[in-house]
């Protein structure tokens, strides 16, 4: 099995910055893409940046020059640094992995548990 921990959400006020982490752990042969999700009340989940193994990134329109998503493989961990946050930006932040827990095998996606992150306006 494969645990997602996640780190770094709280409350903060709108401008300010947050730095959320996300350290993989349990039977991990490598680890494909890594990402960051959220989910506001009432709204689905929508992925707000991943990163891929080699470090490719992309993000969501809305956290563009904001947001920055970065990882360090040798900690399997992903990071989400947060900027000029606003309100709109409250929301539970998911970290997820796609992992491969055996050579041969083929990935499956893992999740967090979920921090919240609240933004005052």
């Known amino acids: 099995q494969v645990q997602l921990v996640e780190s770094g959400g709280g409350l903060v006020q709108a401008g300010g910055s947050l730095r959320l982490s996300c350290a993989a752990s349990g039977n991990i042969f490598s680890i494909n893409t890594m990402g960051w999700y959220r989910q506001a009340p009432g709204k689905q989940r929508d992925l707000v940046a991943g990163?891929?193994?080699?470090?490719?990134?992309n993000y969501a329109d809305y956290v563009k020059g904001r947001f920055t998503i970065s990882r360090d493989n040798a900690k399997n961990t992903v990071y989400l640094q947060m900027n000029s946050l606003q309100a709109d930006d409250t929301a539970v932040y998911y970290c997820?992995?796609?992992?491969?827990?055996?050579?041969?095998?083929?990935?499956?996606?893992?999740w967090g548990q979920g921090t919240q992150v609240t933004v005052s306006s």
């Open positions: 997820n992995a796609v992992v491969v827990s055996y050579r041969g095998f083929p990935a499956r996606p893992f």
């Open positions: 990163i891929t193994s080699t470090s490719s990134t």
